[in-house]
């Protein structure tokens, strides 16, 4: 979808995994999840590895949004599977869904669990930057809520109601109305300023050094493996025989050598 932000116009894409731990067995439900991030980042390893890289489309996930039941009492074991095999490859933001199902003190009561069972199982979460000491106070407070309500509780509804003359999206309960925007109920408007206003940036810069970057270095390494396994049965092998003494291959040979197998992936991959 397209959305303009203070006038500043974004293309946001959301991927959903409709049916993700509903099978009996759920060992198994983080495959599909990883193996989507995977596929787009090599898909742009390939394009940014071919001839023409000028008009590369990012389709990268830059942030995954984990929705934890409010009905538990901390993570379930599916929860804590999918994001450490998630944790080295996407930025993970935890979310308690249908948060207007707890009163205030169930929902802090469960945030602290939360955040106890993420560090006692080691699950890397995204990481809130810290402020320059230069910035506004105004701004330092709000970074401060910030990294106070994760994970952030979350209410959603499609349905826009009016109370006391003003339209808002919430739910009717037979008590009154939720609002899904008010601050009071819902940690919503804190979930999306920080998705796309104050740490889009961050998000996709780290990805970009962090998640893709060791990606990518997988890739090479891989690339350079097969490249040494092929060596003795390729054209290279002249390279090896004439300027290695003792059957040796030097550091240029293999920098040589890598150069040469990258040449001819980005070839193949172009349709030369």
Known sequence: MDIEERGVKLRLTVVDTPGFGDSINSEESWR???????????????????????????????????FIPPYGHGLRQIDIETMRRLHHKVNIVPLIAKADTLTSAEVKKLKKKLLEDIEENQIQ?????????????????????????????????????????????GRQYPWGVVEVENPKHSDFNKLRNMLISTHMQDLKDVTEDVHYENFRAQCLSQISQRGDRGLLSSPYRKLKKDSAPDGLITETDRLLLDLCVKASAALEHSGH
Do not use: M, W
């Not at 599909?32 to 980042?41: L, M």
């Not at 390939?46 to 990012?58: A, F, Y």
């Open 125 to 169: 979460i995204y990481q809130f930057p810290e402020c320059d000491s230069d910035e506004d106070e105004d701004f330092k407070q709000q970074d401060k809520e910030l990294k106070e309500s994760v994970p952030f509780a979350i209410i959603g509804s499609n349905t826009v109601i009016e109370v006391a003359g003003t339209k808002v999206r």
């Open 32 to 66: 599909a999840c990883c193996s989507y991030i995977d596929d787009q980042f090599r898909q742009y390893f390939n394009d940014e590895s071919g001839l023409n890289r000028k008009n590369i489309v990012d389709n990268r996930v830059h942030c995954c949004l984990y």
